[in-house]
Each structure stands twice: as structure tokens, then as C-alpha cells.
């Protein structure tokens, strides 16, 4: 079974950068599709982005342009990148195999002045 555990959330300003980790255990991280979640209260756990095994990518688009998800192969890590943040990115962050799925417990975003 493959273990996530996300970090890097927190509180910041619009306007403000974050940028959320998730560490992978277990075999074959390489060969997996990764993607970040995000879920509000009362509503749908949200793809925000997702990279697969040679790095391509995708976006929701209410992130294109602002979020950037890259992953470390040798690190079992994933990343994701957030520019620009404004106060409706804030939401618990997942990270989820897609493949095996399996789901980090969350790390909080919080955009407020």
C-alpha cells in the first residue's frame, strides 16, 4: 500500500506563493500518475492537477496559469507550485495515486488577508 503525506500548507495573503510536497512510500513511484486534490466544506473534492510518469501535465482551469505540479522521481516526490493565490484556493490539499488510489491526508490552505 502506498503511504502519501502531504506538508507545506498554511496561511497566506492573495497575491502570496505556497508550494505543497507530498512524499510517496512504497515501490513504483515512478511508473505512477500523481495529482493534487482539493476539497471545501459541503462541496466535491476538486482535481487541480495531475502529472504522469514522464512529466506531462494538466490543469483545472481555474489554476492554469497560476499552479505548477512537477514531480522528483528519485525523491518519490510531488510538488505543486501555487502563484498568485487568491482567496477561493483555499481548501485541504490532497495528493492522490491515481493509479493505486490512494490519498495523503491533506494539508490546509488557507488565502486570507
Known amino acids: 500500500q502506498v503511504q502519501l503525506v502531504e506538508s507545506g500548507g498554511g496561511l497566506v495573503q492573495p497575491g502570496g506563493s505556497l508550494r505543497l510536497s507530498c512524499a510517496a512510500s512504497?515501490?513504483?513511484?515512478?511508473?505512477?500518475?500523481m495529482a493534487w486534490y482539493r476539497q471545501v466544506p459541503e462541496k466535491e473534492r476538486e482535481r487541480v492537477a495531475f502529472?504522469?510518469?514522464?512529466?506531462?501535465?494538466s490543469y483545472a482551469p481555474s489554476v492554469k496559469g497560476r499552479f505548477t505540479i512537477s514531480r522528483d522521481n528519485t525523491k518519490n516526490a510531488v510538488y505543486l507550485q501555487m502563484n498568485s493565490l487568491k482567496a477561493e484556493d483555499t481548501a485541504v490539499y490532497y495528493c492522490n495515486d491515481m493509479g493505486r488510489g490512494s490519498w495523503g491526508q491533506g494539508t490546509q490552505v488557507i488565502v486570507s488577508s
Open positions: 512504497g515501490s513504483d513511484f515512478s511508473t505512477s500518475i
Open positions: 502529472i504522469g510518469p514522464s512529466g506531462g501535465t
